[in-house]
Structures are given as structure tokens and as C-alpha cells.
Nanobody, 124 residues
Framework: QVQLVESGGGLVQAGGSLRLSCAAS????????MYWFRQAPGKEREFVAS????????NYLDSVKGRFTISRDNAKNTVYLQMNSLKPEDTAVYYC?????????????????WGQGTQVTVSS
């Protein structure tokens, strides 16, 4: 059974940075593409970033391109999301997920397992 544990969230001023981590267990980590999603109050969970199994390919939500960077360490079974130049509209609970396929247009409904999420709050 997969277990995903997100960490690294917090309160930061606009323009600041945070680095999120997601530790995965229960499956062979390198067999899975990894994803970050986020959900703001009253909104649907949306895709933020993804990375292929070996890390050669990445995808991003248009609004975070150039500000966020996803990476992974297969030796540590961990995926990261470096978030720079944060904006108030980035405020949300951030979740990681995994899938055997690196989808080009991932939808939250396609993922069955989620961690508890980590809250990111960006003040203006």
C-alpha cells in the first residue's frame, strides 16, 4: 500500500520561496512518475507539476512555469517542489501523487492515493 507524506509548507511573504518534499513508501519509487497538485479553498484540486520516472521529463501548470521546479531523488524515494517568487494565488494545500505513466494532462480524479497535504500560505 502506497504512503505519501508531504512536508515543507508554511507561511511566506509574496516573492519568497519554499521547498516542498514528498516521501513515498510502499512501492518501488523509480517505477512511478510523480505529481504535485494543489487545492485552494472552494476550488478543485489542480495539477501543478510532474516528473517522469527517471526525471528526464517534467511538466508544469502554465502559471508556475519559470517559478517552480520539480525534482526527484530515487535513492531517497522523495520528490521535491522548489517554489520561488511565490504569489498570493499560490496559496493552497499541496499534495503529491504517483502513477505508472507520465500523463501529459493529469486530472486529480485519476489518482487513488493521496497524502495529508502540506499548507502553503503566501501573504501579500
Amino acid at each position: 500500500q502506497v504512503q505519501l507524506v508531504e512536508s515543507g509548507g508554511g507561511l511566506v511573504q509574496a516573492g519568497g520561496s519554499l521547498r516542498l518534499s514528498c516521501a513515498a513508501s510502499g512501492r518501488t519509487f523509480s517505477n512511478y512518475a510523480m505529481y504535485w497538485f494543489r487545492q485552494a479553498p472552494g476550488k478543485e484540486r489542480e495539477f501543478v507539476a510532474s516528473i517522469s520516472r527517471i526525471g528526464f521529463n517534467t511538466n508544469y501548470l502554465d502559471s508556475v512555469k519559470g517559478r517552480f521546479t520539480i525534482s526527484r531523488d530515487n535513492a531517497k524515494n522523495t520528490v521535491y517542489l522548489q517554489m520561488n517568487s511565490l504569489k498570493p494565488e499560490d496559496t493552497a494545500v499541496y499534495y503529491c501523487a504517483q502513477a505508472p505513466v507520465h500523463y501529459s494532462d493529469p486530472r486529480a480524479a485519476a489518482f487513488g492515493s493521496w497524502g495529508q497535504g502540506t499548507q502553503v500560505t503566501v501573504s501579500s
